[in-house]
């Protein structure tokens, strides 16, 4: 349906598409939004900080629409862009701009201020309302969810749903959705090029939110700050792009959440396949040398590639931290003997962290001949002391010409030693508020996109004549525009905790993989012993396996398998096509259910991309001590609930049949992949 607008100059204005509508009250200076499915949101306001005081629309005295609303044909669709003006004697001028597009449910907005003299901004409310209505009344007993999505993957965060009474902060998107519906509001920033962006959720009472607010300018302890955001100054001041979505299906909503971002800002884009290989992290952590790193490139090829464990016929082998205890002559040898065995060598740097102690403050940065000193390229406050360190690293300003050659000395080294592979870590160091030496750049995220865009330069096919694939490992969700893959989660090794808290990020995460970044990187998946735990028990290891399969994905494996158990699980489980086809496929499964709290879910669903009557269902039980019987019901997978299915279990090799629902019996800590072939 065709984008309409209606127009009283005086008191409103009211823009609708057949699947959402707004209105926007020119007397009060406050819109209202209501979808198709039931959300609306009334009485919105915008506003930001000046001068130590926060404003916001409501306050001003004039409001006015700016001109003719103007038809639009950009990378969204055809539509109608508005501009909604806020204008008083003592104030800079806020501007609301409204984007709404034939065909969707959503729409985008960002605010404007503007001055004749210079402004001073560190915080901008987008969206500000204390009156959100889910049409929960339709589904009376349907508790509101909200999802915290979390800035990063530190400190083995998690994602969480939670109903009121609540008080939140998610970051950079949210959904608020009712499960059994499955209806969702989406809320979230498009565009990451300057700003950190929150939004608070706040509950009192059960049922009912109180506070709905998504704004430009998040500094705390969840996005590692001990700065607040840096001020963006100029005559005209422009927040994020935002969308504001109302789906019949949250699941769907974030997917078009994850799609909007790269009309944006497009991905990186990889045209190989599915990375597969191995980690040296869990296997050996500072324990690394010369011998396992050959000695794994040798079982693999010899023992499981020829069993099908590869793709396009290679496999990485990937140095993790403390790749430098190697000589220059073992690493030489080394690389030497992963070519010959005709796989790719991967490496590991943290570009914007500082693992010295004081006493090496004084070391000349590499590239530099001398000029700079890591003194004199750490990140420091407005008072010119070290920002706190994250994890024993300290800040580096990713700005500081020192770093730039930095990033120039080690890409030239990977480079022209034959990698193919980099595992970026610690990146939120490079995203935090403080002064940076680019007196042109204020804020973190800002920074941010510099170094990185300066970094990946570096790494381009067309700078080096070669593919290069970029990880990123801790690292903030957004910006997302400069790694082909990015670990959905922090560090992960084998148990079965390890793999309920990988899938907390997949349930909550899934929609990043092929439009953020191409691959969700589970982590190394280790199938019966990282260096620092217990060994796993056999189901233990293969839901390890299974949850990384599933995921996307990045396939890397992660032990030593000069141990007996772990050689044999590699080569009994590894050698599974069915199993490795579906990691091949570089296709994410999809929760059925999320509302789960901070725990994960244990159903998992993806259409097969090529065969129309064919699903895969992947099922964990994640009590490591008790066996459980799961009933799935095919409807909610998506499924025809009316209609008989033939059910290949792909570990097991075994055929039943299921219509309506389906019983799985798992033993403790034990998964499955269920391949489900309509009759």
Not at 305 to 320: A, R, S, V, W
Not at 369 to 390: C, Q, W
Not at 448 to 464: A, D, F, M, T, W
Request: aromatic share 10%.
């Amino acid at each position: 349906m065709a984008v309409k607008v209606g127009v009283n100059a005086e008191t409103h204005v009211r823009v609708t598409n057949g699947l959402m509508s707004l209105e926007v009250n020119l007397e009060k200076g406050e819109y209202a939004y209501a979808g198709s499915e039931g959300f609306a949101l009334r009485d919105v306001r915008s506003g930001f900080r000046w001068h130590g005081r926060e404003y916001h629309t409501g306050q001003y005295d004039r409001h006015v629409l700016a001109g003719q609303p103007e038809k639009i044909e950009d990378e969204f669709g055809t539509g109608v862009h508005a501009v909604i003006q806020h204008e008083s004697d003592l104030l800079p001028v806020l501007e609301q701009h409204f984007y709404v597009y034939e065909g969707s449910p959503f729409f985008i907005t960002r605010i404007v201020i503007t001055g004749q003299e210079e402004i001073k901004v560190n915080r901008i409310a987008v969206v500000s309302t204390q009156a959100v209505s889910s049409g929960s009344e339709t589904a009376p007993g349907e508790a509101l969810h909200v999802l915290r999505v979390p800035y990063d993957n530190d400190k083995w965060v998690r994602y969480l749903t939670e109903t009121s009474p609540l008080e939140t902060e998610s970051y950079e998107v949210t959904a608020l959705f009712q499960p059994d519906s499955r209806n969702g509001l989406i809320l979230g920033s498009i565009s990451h090029d300057v700003w950190k962006t929150g939004i608070r959720v706040k509950g009192e009472t059960e049922g009912k939110l109180d506070e709905l607010e998504l704004y430009a300018g998040a500094a705390d302890i969840m996005t590692r700050d001990s700065q607040p955001h840096g001020h963006v100054i100029g005559t005209r001041i422009e927040s994020p792009l935002v969308m504001v979505g109302d789906y019949g299906d949250y699941r769907t909503g974030l997917e078009a959440y994850g799609e909007a971002n790269t009309k944006v800002a497009p991905a990186l884009a990889w045209e190989g396949g599915v990375p597969m290989g191995w980690n040296s992290w869990s296997a050996a952590m500072s324990t690394l040398d010369y011998e396992l790193y050959t000695a794994t490139s040798d079982f693999l090829k010899q023992e499981v590639q020829p069993q099908g464990f590869h793709n396009e016929n290679t496999l990485y082998i990937n140095f993790d931290a403390f790749w430098d205890s190697l000589t220059p002559a073992e690493m030489e040898d080394a690389l030497r003997r992963v070519r010959e065995n005709g796989h790719r060598p991967g490496t590991y740097w943290t570009p914007f962290a500082f693992w010295g102690s004081p006493a090496q403050f004084g070391q000349a940065v590499e590239g530099t001949n001398g000029k700079y000193t890591y003194a004199d390229i750490l990140l420091r406050d407005p008072h010119g002391e070290i920002l706190p360190d994250i994890a024993g690293g300290l800040a580096i300003d990713p700005t500081h010409p020192g770093n730039l050659a930095r990033i120039d000395w080690y890409m030239d080294k990977f480079v022209s030693e034959g990698f193919e592979y980099i595992k970026l870590d610690f990146m939120a160091h490079g995203a935090l508020e403080g002064k940076h030496h680019n007196p042109d750049i204020t804020t973190g995220i800002a920074a941010y996109n510099y170094g990185l865009s300066y970094l990946v330069e570096k790494l381009s096919p067309e700078r080096i004549g070669r593919p290069f694939f970029i990880n990123l490992s801790i690292a903030p969700l957004f910006p997302y525009s400069y790694a082909h893959s990015r670990r959905i989660s922090c560090d992960v090794f084998g148990t079965i905790q390890d793999t309920e808290y990988l899938l907390n990020s997949l349930t909550h995460g899934w929609w990043m993989n092929d439009a953020l970044y191409r691959f969700n990187d589970p982590d190394h998946a280790v199938i019966y012993k990282s260096f620092n735990q217990d060994s796993t028990t056999r189901h233990e290891g293969r839901s390890r396996l299974t949850a990384s399969v599933i995921s996307g994905t990045v396939l890397l494996l992660g032990d030593d398998f000069r141990n007996e158990e772990a050689a044999w699980r590699a080569k009994n489980w590894l050698g599974n096509e069915e199993i490795i086809e579906v990691a091949r496929l570089g296709k994410t499964f999809v929760p059925v259910e999320g509302n789960r709290g901070k725990q994960a879910a244990d159903t998992f669903v993806l259409t097969h991309p090529s065969e129309a009557q064919a699903a895969y269902l992947a099922v964990f039980n994640f009590d490591a001590a008790e066996s459980v019987q799961k009933s799935v019901s095919l409807e909610r997978c998506g499924l025809d609930a009316h209609a008989p299915y033939k059910v290949l279990d792909l570990w097991e090799g075994t055929v039943s049949e299921a219509e309506g629902t389906l019983t799985v019996e798992l033993a403790p800590a034990e998964s499955k992949i269920l391949k489900l072939i309509r009759n």
